[in-house]
């Protein structure tokens, strides 16, 4: 697909949650250059506190299984066709990208750190979307499932904060009204 060149402003307020994607898969290297500008969030010390574990093309088949393994509860007992209905939601993405980071035993690093991820995570989200790729930001409870970390190889002191699923969509959804600074601002002083 066709890199759009949206400005920072069209990017942020046009964005979706795509959680319909198509099928398409997302090719590694498209992936990898979104990841690559992404690192250029802002974060407390420059520590960079995110790594990935990424999922896309022939990797994808091994995740899926781990995903109805962990995720549907006694798939075994489901039809063919009812586990597939149920396993759409992680098989038409393109692909994934897993973000960890450390969990600093001090609250204002580990505050910092979370912080720091959620930019990137954003600025992942808002490059693929100028690529005309779509994301959708999850956090199921399934994150911390020790098999599901072991997979991963999250190891102890991180934290899986986020399942970002990437692909390519037919259609986005229609914004749904934000409150305006009038809604959410006080003035100091008054």
């Known amino acids: 697909m066709s890199e759009q060149v949206l400005s920072v402003r069209d990017a942020i307020i046009e964005r979706r949650s795509i959680k319909k994607f198509n099928g398409q898969p997302v090719e590694r290297e498209d992936l990898m250059a979104i990841i ?29 299984n781990l995903l109805r393994d962990i995720a549907i509860p006694k798939w075994q007992e489901l039809s063919s066709e009812d586990l597939a209905k149920q396993m759409t939601k992680f098989t038409l993405p393109g692909g994934y990208a897993f ?3 450390p969990e600093d035993a001090r609250q204002k690093e580990r505050l910092e750190d979370f912080g720091a991820a959620s930019i990137f995570i954003q600025n992942i989200q808002l490059l693929a ?9 999850k956090t199921p409870g399934f994150l911390d ?13 991180e934290r899986v904060i986020a399942m970002l699923q990437v692909g390519y969509f037919d259609e986005a ?10 809604d959410i601002v006080t003035i100091f002083g008054k």
């Open 36 to 64: 690559d500008d992404a690192v250029w969030a802002p974060n407390h010390g420059n520590r960079e506190p995110w790594r990935l574990v990424v999922a896309c093309g022939e990797e994808l088949s091994a995740l899926h």
């Open 99 to 101: 973000v960890i980071v």
């Open 129 to 137: 979307w100028d690529k005309g790729i779509g994301s959708c930001w």
């Open 145 to 157: 499932n020790p098999k599901f970390r072991e997979a991963l190889k999250v190891q102890p002191g």
């Open 173 to 182: 959804p229609k914004g749904k009204e934000r409150k305006k600074s009038a």
